[in-house]
């Protein structure tokens, strides 16, 4: 795999829309920002609108943990890192961060994300030339993120 990157998938500031009546960022747009995430993430593998259309293959998100850790406030930079946790034929498993412009962790979104063969509507290899993209993606390395694999529950 691929060795980690510094270079963000996806950059935006926090909309004037965004910002909830406790005066930061509702915590339903920082799902929308991760969304946004997503589709970054399907550009950059070769599945935007001509390559979904090209292979008839798009990505669905099976599953999503979203861990809040600071607030975002209006007009804030924000940039969304991604992590390749692990990957199958037709599956990705993968860590967004969402971080401030002094790097501060604000969020993450653990996603489990499936390829999908439009025709059939069913779950498909992902063609070879996005394969070979997704091989390139900065991959987790040695150390597991601790955002990655947590569950929620109540300690007692």
Same mark, same amino acid.
């Given at each position: 795999?691929?060795?980690?990157?510094?270079?963000?998938?996806?950059? @935006?500031?926090?909309? $004037?829309?965004?910002?909830?009546?406790?005066?930061?960022?509702?915590?339903?747009?920082?799902?929308?920002?991760?969304?946004?995430?997503? *589709? %970054?993430?399907?550009? =950059?593998?070769?599945?935007?609108?001509?390559?979904?259309? $090209?292979?008839?293959?798009?990505?669905? @998100?099976?599953?999503?943990?979203?861990?809040?850790?600071?607030?975002?406030? =209006?007009?804030? +930079?924000? +940039?969304?890192?991604?992590? !390749?946790? $692990?990957?199958?034929?037709?599956?990705?498993?993968? !860590?967004?961060?969402? @971080?401030?412009?002094?790097?501060? @962790?604000?969020?993450?979104?653990?996603?489990? !994300?499936?390829?999908?063969?439009? *025709?059939?509507?069913?779950?498909?290899?992902?063609? *070879?030339?996005?394969? +070979? %993209?997704?091989?390139? !993606?900065?991959?987790?390395?040695?150390?597991?993120?601790?955002?990655?694999?947590?569950?929620?529950?109540?300690?007692?």
């Amino acid at each position: 795999m691929a060795a980690m990157s510094d270079a963000p998938l996806f950059q @935006t500031r926090v909309k $004037d829309a965004w910002v909830d009546y406790n005066g930061h960022m509702n915590d339903a747009e920082y799902a929308r920002v991760f969304s946004l995430a997503v *589709e %970054a993430l399907m550009d =950059r593998v070769g599945l935007d609108e001509a390559g979904r259309a $090209d292979h008839g293959y798009t990505i669905y @998100t099976l599953e999503t943990h979203l861990c809040y850790r600071q607030q975002a406030h =209006r007009g804030e +930079a924000l +940039a969304v890192a991604l992590t !390749l946790l $692990d990957s199958d034929s037709k599956r990705l498993h993968v !860590l967004f961060t969402l @971080t401030n412009a002094d790097g501060d @962790t604000l969020a993450t979104s653990e996603q489990m !994300l499936m390829g999908i063969d439009v *025709e059939s509507g069913r779950p498909g290899a992902f063609p *070879e030339p996005v394969a +070979a %993209a997704v091989r390139t !993606l900065p991959a987790v390395g040695e150390e597991w993120p601790s955002a990655a694999g947590c569950k929620i529950g109540i300690r007692r």
